[in-house]
Antibody, heavy 118, light 112 residues
Framework: EVQLVESGGGLVQSGGSLRLSCVASGLLVSDHYVGWVRQAPGRGLECVSVLYAGGGYTWYTDSVKGRFTISRDQSKNTLFLQMDSLRAEDTAVYYCARDRNWRTFDSWGQGTLVTVSS | QSALTQPASVSGSPGQSITISCTGT?????????VSWFQQHPGKAPKLIIYDVTNRPSGVSSRFSGSKSGNTASLTISGLQAEDEADYYCSSYTNINTLYVLFGGGTKLIVL
């Protein structure tokens, strides 16, 4: 059974930084496309970043390019999202999710809340 | 297009059937059979209930079914139960490279 457990969220001032972690079990993060999907309060879902399997190609939505960095630690089977220059509009619950194929997210973590105060 | 179009809310009584639509374009729903549906209860993570338009993951009730016609995908829930009250989101593969995946805006299902 796949399990994804996020941590690292919290309250931060605008312009600050946070690092989210997602510990995986039941799958190897290096063998799958795994990413971060966020949900602002009362809003819908938005895919923020994905780290591809193997060579590690990365994808970012335009609004976070240059501010967020996705990475993984194979030895810890953990996915990270380094978030710098945070803005109020980054406030959301951030979910770690696995793309089974063709952009279908089939396994999700419980989410971690990021709140950016302006 | 930045989001698939879903109705804001639908409602039904226990035992009834309801259908939620998800409308896209030929760049996404209309050209690819990679439409998914998610159920999300308040304060919980989304749960995949339909993938590849019509397929149910193991453990998902057969009361949930998916279909597609042209640029519109649909989720049907039959035999409505109180626990089906939740938000439902669709998603689709898209050939727009600025988007990894296209999500719908979400539909709140109210069980009367």
């Amino acid at each position: 059974e796949v399990q994804l457990v996020e941590s690292g969220g919290g309250l931060v001032q605008s312009g600050g930084s946070l690092r989210l972690s997602c510990v995986a079990s039941g799958l190897l993060v290096s063998d799958h496309y795994v990413g971060w999907v966020r949900q602002a309060p009362g809003r819908g879902l938005e895919c923020v970043s994905v780290l591809y399997a193997g060579g590690g190609y990365t994808w970012y939505t335009d609004s976070v390019k240059g501010r967020f960095t996705i990475s993984r630690d194979q030895s810890k089977n953990t996915l990270f999202l380094q978030m710098d220059s945070l803005r109020a509009e980054d406030t959301a619950v951030y979910y770690c999710a696995r793309d089974r194929n063709w952009r279908t997210f089939d396994s999700w973590g419980q989410g971690t809340l990021v709140t950016v105060s302006s | 297009q930045s989001a698939l179009t879903q109705p804001a809310s639908v409602s039904g009584s226990p035992g009834q059937s309801i259908t939620i639509s998800c409308t896209g374009t030929y760049s996404d729903v209309g050209n690819y059979n990679y439409v998914s549906w998610f159920q999300q209860h308040p304060g919980k993570a989304p749960k995949l209930i339909i993938y590849d338009v019509t397929n149910r993951p193991s453990g998902v009730s057969s009361r949930f079914s998916g279909s597609k016609s042209g640029n519109t995908a649909s989720l049907t829930i039959s035999g409505l139960q109180a626990e089906d009250e939740a938000d439902y989101y669709c998603s689709s593969y898209t050939n727009i490279n600025t988007l990894y995946v296209l999500f719908g805006g979400g539909t709140k299902l109210i069980v009367l």
